[in-house]
């Protein structure tokens, strides 16, 4: 079965200091992999998404993550933060198109004045 | 084009009355999911429905909880008979009929059970 693993629930960084959200997953097969974004009381909003190809994908916000197929992995990426992007970020997968979404359980993302 | 829209956005229930919960997917989707975000957890699957058939079920509780998304209306979430421990925020997500790997969310509906 497939699953993901998010190994920091929080991260506290400096406004403008870069920054590395952590997440492994597991699957014996191909996945397709997601990062969301959820604002404060708000619904999720797609970051990025690694569907094939390159592994270096570029989302919105000016965040980037990286697909390792050896590591099993695909961390979040930001050079710079900024106030705004305090919000919890979810790294998922799903196995086949229109599949159920499996997610990790978060990470509370900081910024610090 | 709107979104995916969720009513109501807020829910106040006391415990054993009915919570019904709506979605309405984007235009011109036809797939919607469940999600249940529990505190401090991450979001659970619950339930993947086309238009008139619920295609997987595999994260629905065994009792109390059930789901429709019928020919015609928005797809409805139905909890009976609530406890404290289905306060939560439950979301749906909408895709298109041809697939795809990109599902959209709406903003979800926070439950709280009294």
């Known amino acids: 079965a497939q699953s993901v693993t998010q190994l920091d629930s929080q991260v506290p960084v400096f406004e403008e200091a870069p920054v590395e959200l952590r997440c492994n997953y597991s699957?014996?097969?191909?996945?397709?992999l997601f990062w969301y974004v959820q604002y404060p009381n708000q619904g999720l909003q797609l970051l990025l998404k690694y569907l094939s190809g390159s592994t270096l994908v570029k989302g919105i916000n000016g965040f980037e993550a990286e697909f390792n197929k050896s590591q099993t992995s695909f961390h979040l990426r930001k050079p710079s933060v900024h106030i705004s992007d305090t919000a919890e970020y979810f790294c998922?997968?799903?196995?086949?198109?229109?599949?159920?979404?499996?997610f990790g359980k978060g990470t509370r993302l900081h910024i610090l004045p | 084009n709107a979104g995916v829209m969720q009513n109501p956005r807020h829910l106040v229930r006391r415990r054993g009355q009915e919570a019904r919960l709506r979605c309405s997917p984007m235009k011109g989707h036809s797939h919607v999911y469940w999600y249940r975000q529990l505190p401090e957890e991450g979001l659970k699957f619950m339930v993947y429905l086309q238009k008139e058939n619920i295609i997987d079920e595999s994260g629905m509780p065994k009792e109390r909880f059930s789901a429709e998304f019928p020919k015609e209306g928005p797809s409805i979430l139905r909890i009976q008979q609530v406890v404290r421990g289905d306060s939560a925020a439950y979301f749906c997500?909408?895709?298109?009929?041809?697939?795809?790997?990109?599902?959209?969310f709406g903003p979800g509906t926070r439950l709280t059970v009294l």
């Open positions: 998922a997968v799903i196995l086949n198109r229109d599949d159920k979404i499996i």
């Open positions: 699957s014996s097969v191909s996945v397709y």
């Open positions: 997500a909408s895709s298109p009929p041809n697939g795809g790997e990109e599902q959209f």
